[in-house]
């Protein structure tokens, strides 16, 4: 029997949730789980070695767009389901989003209901980020205008996750998607190392005419959902979100989500002056906005 689905997890040194990540989808005729390793330096292969699954080792760390290409090129399934490898979904749910797509036509992406490891609901359905929310992020007004849609990214009444709803793009801790359309548009974008490859992925799937969907009959589970990034990576989460606005922006909102970007970045210093591993986190995202500025102008592809 050929499979239905093939599970992708990128592992970076993913030893600790791994295999309970991937042992109860293997061993299933319709779904073929498919790990790629990003040169793990914690044996994270070998953690998984009598399980039934693909092991692929990246040789290097590419980034995760790049493990997700090496595992979306390794299998041929129809329906590809990118999964964290800090997230845990069963059978049962994999068949019920393949099924979505199978039956729903119109669309190429799907997401599941997503809870934290206490069962809270981690807010999966997201809207694409904006001049607006850039700003209001930069300037805290996100904080003041909770429920209003241009200061806020990330879709969070909970009532919204009771019933499908088709947003602009889903978290990537769990996606699934049809692997002609996924294809046809070049896979991820592996100029985004980490962050933004999810909404990036859905923005081009989206503009190829299919629309993302959140399925809250299928349920999956993330144990690393309300963590905010470490602050070493704030650089990272920054360049994305430029790099995010160059590939899908406008010159004029390009540059003013830029713009946005030096500024939260300078604000979050000044609010970080306790905090030392938070400033200096914000003040290397700060750097990293404006080497990527002077390396090339807004608006232009990176």
Known sequence: MSALVDVVVVSYNSRDTLRACIEPLTGQDDINVIVVDNDSADASLQSISDLPASGIAAGRNGGFSFGCNIGLRAGRAPYVLFLNPDA????????????????DTGTGVVGPRIEESDGTLFPSMRRYQRAGSIWATALFLHRFFK?????????????????????????????LG????LEAIGGFDEG???????????????????????????????????SAPRTGLYAILAASRLRYARQNAGVVSA?????????????HVVANARRPANRRGHAAALRAIVAGRAAQPSGSPS
Not at 196 to 210: K, L
Not at 255 to 267: D, E, F, N, P, S
């Open 178 to 181: 049809r692997r002609d359309i």
């Open 255 to 267: 540059a003013l989500q830029a713009a946005g970007l030096a500024v939260g970045a300078v604000t």
């Open 147 to 175: 429920a209003a849609s241009w200061a806020n990214e990330i879709i969070k009444a909970p009532a919204l996750y009771d019933s499908v709803g088709y947003p602009e793009w889903v978290s990537g801790a769990c996606l």
């Open 192 to 226: 985004f190392f980490l962050y933004n490859e999810d909404m990036d992925i859905c923005a081009r799937v989206r503009a190829a005419g299919y629309q993302i969907r959140y399925e809250p009959a299928a349920n999956a589970r993330h144990e690393g959902g309300h």
């Open 88 to 103: 845990q979904i069963t059978p049962e749910s994999v068949r019920c989003l393949a099924a979505v797509l199978a039956h």
